[in-house]
């Protein structure tokens, strides 16, 4: 009763992708996420060596960061606007659960932290972009779409790979070159 008062459905549904992802990760995929992946020493050292081309990573970011958003946008002008709210939150907190069993299991503490490095600072702007877009598609049709929402959401995504491009490569890193 107390989370239909409040209204943490986001939260709830984002935290039980994760428990998914979590779960997933440690009795399913736990022998391939150990033996490959991202956490491992190559993919990293890798990693520090290679030099950004600014073009290719925009065009990088712009289909795996606007295209799913878009996808979802699309979704939510036809009648599986809620399913695809909660898919979305079912699949990022899935996916971050895997991520950071990964982290842990390859690197423990420190691959944690890498993971927050990672995603820094551009995580914010695309939650506030997707919490926006989500939120209307949850609400509808209490809520409505105006330009105002569409401003915000174009420029919390754009602000959002401007950061992944040149700010968190950097950020990275200098986390690596410090920490590992």
Same mark, same amino acid.
């Given at each position: 009763m107390r989370i239909h008062q409040r209204k943490n459905y986001f939260v709830i549904l984002y935290m039980l992708g994760f428990l998914c992802g979590i779960l997933y990760a440690n009795f399913i995929a736990r022998n391939y996420i150990t033996m490959t992946?991202?956490?491992h020493e190559y993919f990293l050292n890798q990693y520090t060596q290679t030099k950004i081309v600014i073009e290719d990573y925009f065009l990088y970011l712009l289909q795996w960061r606007v295209l799913p958003f878009? @996808?979802? @946008?699309?979704?939510? #002008? +036809? %009648?599986? %606007? !809620?399913?695809? @709210?909660?898919? #979305?939150?079912?699949?990022?907190?899935?996916s971050g659960g895997v991520l950071a069993v990964g982290a842990v299991l390859r690197m423990g503490a420190k691959g944690m932290l890498l993971c927050l @490095?990672?995603?820094? *600072?551009?995580?914010i702007f695309y939650i506030m972009s997707y919490a926006m877009l989500l939120w209307y598609l949850y609400k509808? *049709?209490?809520? %409505?779409?105006?330009?105002? !929402? +569409?401003?915000?959401?174009?420029?919390?995504?754009?602000?959002?790979i401007i950061t992944e491009m040149y700010l968190n490569p950097g950020i990275v890193r200098w986390f690596m070159d410090v920490v590992m």
């Open positions: 992946g991202i956490f878009v @996808a979802v @946008a699309l979704l939510g #002008c +036809t %009648r599986l %606007r !809620k399913a695809a @709210a909660v898919a #979305c939150l079912l699949w990022t907190g899935f @490095a990672g995603i820094f *600072p551009q995580l509808y *049709p209490e809520s %409505r779409w105006n330009s105002t !929402k +569409t401003v915000f959401v174009i420029l919390m995504m754009g602000a959002g």
